[in-house]
């Protein structure tokens, strides 16, 4: 068994080599408007905030995957290989941009040295298994060094940008986390495993403000003196956060559903939490009654997935293809009043097909679970995690073009000087929050109205 592991999970992706990548071009997201200040303009679209958001993306993914890989690991799941796969693939990912600036021997190099460190979660995953707690302490022993070693080495790369005591710090946090959620899954406190995975996912938003912004005071040239540490850089972060979040969850939630694994209830409750970090906001500015409404809406969205699991389970086709109906009513709705409260600056036939893919990759990838097909579950998973940055950063253009005097503040937001530190910005601030209630109270007034004339 432990052979087997081992090999499966031996590469899990470290976007830190980037600080290694003097120009990011071959890692930019695809599609992304132009928006780099030249007029002293404010946009979340710079060279520097798409390189957060790229680092966003592929840390908080590793950070994801790892999580769910080590739980079927040590549950013997039958989709564990292919779930290892999707982790290897997003090392792949990192290690072809590697590659592209240093050659294939450099691309090889940074695989090896990281496979090292996963090699450590792996016996620690191993041991578990065999209930063998002389070599759980042995690979806490041995991530313990590799971090003091790791973080003297990313200091000494970034010319001190990032302090080595400090990273240290942070890379305890990540493999805390990491720890944390697996042993309270063995241990089915499964309330604490969420929590902790939460975090964990949440904790690598602070690692890609940090990282980029060392890689962008290092070259400044590269990124055309921009800083991904802005209001406008945190409001797409924070958006990629949640909305990354939710389809993740969504994804291992309707897993757990169909199988009625005994920690569904938690990852519902997890997902829940999800929507009400936004209800909250809401609530901040403009009281319960406002967060509700959202909080009833976005509910309703969520619980269509849940009327296709439940269809699913009891073999009802007619009630699949009812869930279904349901949420291409919810994706029109939704999107023309997306396009009326941007005033146009989102358009609802291109949010109508974004949201046709959102729901298309749910669904592909838990009916490819259902069926056993577990490669192309998880090719759907990630590319479901992938798309919500593309809508993060959309809805975030749109938002900071429709207000731009709450994004004019050139002064950089606070950054971590660990790059993996927890102290970047969590949640949303009250700017953000006040500009998404009148965008979600404006396509509240749609909504009721909808349901008094349905």
């Known amino acids: 068994m ?36 030249h007029d002293g303009s404010v946009s979340v679209s710079t060279p520097a905030s798409d390189l957060r958001a790229t680092l966003d993306q592929y840390l908080s993914e590793h950070a994801f995957l790892a999580i769910y890989t080590m739980q079927k690991g040590v549950d013997g799941a039958e989709d564990f290989d292919e779930i290892a796969v999707a982790l290897n693939q997003n090392t792949e990912d990192l290690s072809v941009a590697v590659a592209s600036v240093y050659g294939d021997e450099a691309g090889e190099q940074f695989k090896e040295m990281w496979s090292a460190h996963i090699g450590f979660f792996v016996d620690y995953v191993v041991s578990t298994a065999e209930e ?21 080495f990313l200091e000494t790369a970034t010319e001190e940008r990032l302090e080595a005591s400090a990273l240290a710090e942070g890379l305890q946090m990540h493999v805390d986390q990491l720890v944390w959620a697996f042993d309270q899954y063995v241990e089915g406190n499964y309330d604490a495993t969420y929590e902790n995975a939460r975090e964990a996912v949440h904790h690598m938003y602070g690692v890609g403000k940090g990282l980029s912004t060392a890689i962008t005071d290092q070259f400044p040239d590269e ?16 958006l990629n956060h949640l909305l990354s979040e939710h389809a993740g969850l969504a994804v291992f939630a309707m897993q757990k559903g169909i199988d009625g694994a005994a920690d569904f209830d938690a990852i519902a409750a997890a997902l829940n939490e999800n929507t009400s970090k936004l209800s909250d906001a809401i609530s901040a500015v403009y009281g319960e009654e406002g967060g509700d409404v959202f909080e009833q809406m976005w509910s309703e969205h969520i619980g269509y997935f849940v009327d296709y699991v439940v269809a699913t389970a009891e073999e009802n086709e007619e009630g699949r293809r009812e869930a279904l109906m349901n949420l291409d009513n919810y994706r029109e709705d939704f999107s023309a009043f997306l396009e009326t409260a941007t005033e146009e600056r989102l358009e609802a036939t291109a ?21 056993g097909d577990y490669e192309a579950a998880y090719q759907n998973a990630r590319e479901a995690y992938a798309h919500m940055f593309g809508v993060g950063e959309s809805l975030s253009s749109a938002i900071v073009d429709q207000f731009p005097d709450s994004f004019t503040d050139k002064t950089p937001t606070d950054m971590p000087k660990t790059g993996l530190g927890g102290t970047a910005q969590s949640g949303f601030s009250m700017e953000f929050a006040a500009i998404l209630i009148v965008i979600l109270l404006a396509g509240s007034s749609f909504f009721v109205l909808r349901r008094k004339q349905a």
Not at 223 to 229: M, Q, V
């Open 223 to 238: 990124f055309e003196e921009t800083t991904p540490a802005t209001p406008a850089a945190d409001l797409r972060a924070n």
């Open 2 to 37: 432990k052979k087997n592991l081992r090999k499966s999970m031996m590469v899990v992706p470290l976007s830190l080599s980037l600080l290694f990548v003097p120009t990011m071009t071959g890692l930019a997201h695809e599609g992304h408007s132009d928006g780099h200040m």
């Open 132 to 152: 063998n707690e002389e070599g759980r302490q042995a690979a806490l022993a041995e991530l313990d060094q590799y971090r003091t070693d790791f973080s003297t």
């Open 351 to 371: 949010l109508a097909d974004g949201l046709q893919m959102h729901v298309d990759q749910l669904v592909m990838s838990f009916d490819s679970y259902v069926a």
